[in-house]
């Protein structure tokens, strides 16, 4: 195994046990309770966990194991900045915008987001493959969703297809 492939996969076992760690009765959220660290956090990682949620429940079955998968990502993308309430209303927030705005206004969100450094465009996608293989099925309207994130992005097929395949497809 390469490189690359060797440090996806850590990646996608690192995200896949971050998420399921117990917690105790989580406060309620807001962003005034917060330490101006934890809302940096919060404000930076968001749109890379927006592309995750928008890949991973593009086929209308978000799992346990895919909820778990992302939480364990946002713990690992904020250091363990954000707890379990302010992941929630993270999710719950995107849950409202996708369902408000419809896949394609929220991908073209997204994407404008991230587009300005290539990095975070390959690592939105890497993160996002991810994500969709966790329950071990890769849907086909998973990988439309995200193959349109990456042309929105314009992030080639060739390298779309070695982003997929290094997360384990």
Same mark, same amino acid.
């Given at each position: 195994?390469?490189? @690359?492939?060797?440090? =996806?996969?850590?990646?996608?076992?690192?995200?896949?046990?971050?998420?399921?760690?117990?917690?105790?009765? @989580?406060?309620?959220?807001?962003?005034?309770?917060?330490?101006?660290?934890?809302?940096?956090?919060?404000?930076?990682? /968001? @749109?890379? *966990?927006? *592309?995750?949620?928008?890949?991973?429940?593009?086929?209308?079955?978000?799992?346990?194991?895919?909820?778990?998968?992302?939480?364990?990502?946002?713990?690992? =993308?904020?250091?363990?900045?954000?707890?379990?309430? *302010?992941?929630?209303?993270?999710? *719950?927030?995107?849950?409202? =915008?996708?369902?408000?705005?419809?896949?394609?206004?929220?991908?073209?969100?997204?994407?404008?987001?991230?587009?300005?450094?290539?990095?975070? /465009?390959?690592?939105?996608?890497?993160?996002?493959?991810?994500?969709?293989?966790?329950?071990?099925?890769?849907?086909?309207?998973?990988?439309?969703?995200?193959?349109?994130?990456?042309? /929105?992005?314009?992030?080639?097929?060739?390298? =779309?297809?070695?982003?997929?395949?290094?997360?384990?497809?």
């Amino acid at each position: 195994m390469s490189g @690359p492939d060797k440090t =996806l996969d850590r990646l996608k076992e690192q995200l896949l046990s971050g998420g399921s760690r117990p917690s105790i009765a @989580p406060r309620a959220w807001s962003k005034e309770s917060v330490r101006p660290e934890a809302e940096a956090a919060y404000q930076r990682i /968001r @749109p890379f *966990a927006e *592309a995750m949620y928008l890949v991973m429940s593009s086929d209308g079955a978000l799992d346990e194991r895919e909820r778990n998968t992302l939480r364990g990502a946002l713990r690992s =993308l904020t250091n363990g900045e954000l707890g379990t309430s *302010a992941m929630e209303a993270m999710l *719950a927030e995107f849950e409202l =915008l996708l369902e408000r705005d419809g896949l394609d206004l929220r991908l073209d969100d997204v994407a404008a987001r991230l587009y300005p450094e290539r990095e975070d /465009r390959e690592l939105a996608l890497a993160l996002a493959a991810t994500v969709a293989i966790a329950d071990e099925h890769f849907s086909e309207d998973e990988h439309e969703a995200i193959v349109s994130l990456s042309q /929105r992005l314009g992030v080639s097929k060739k390298r =779309l297809d070695s982003l997929i395949a290094g997360s384990g497809e």
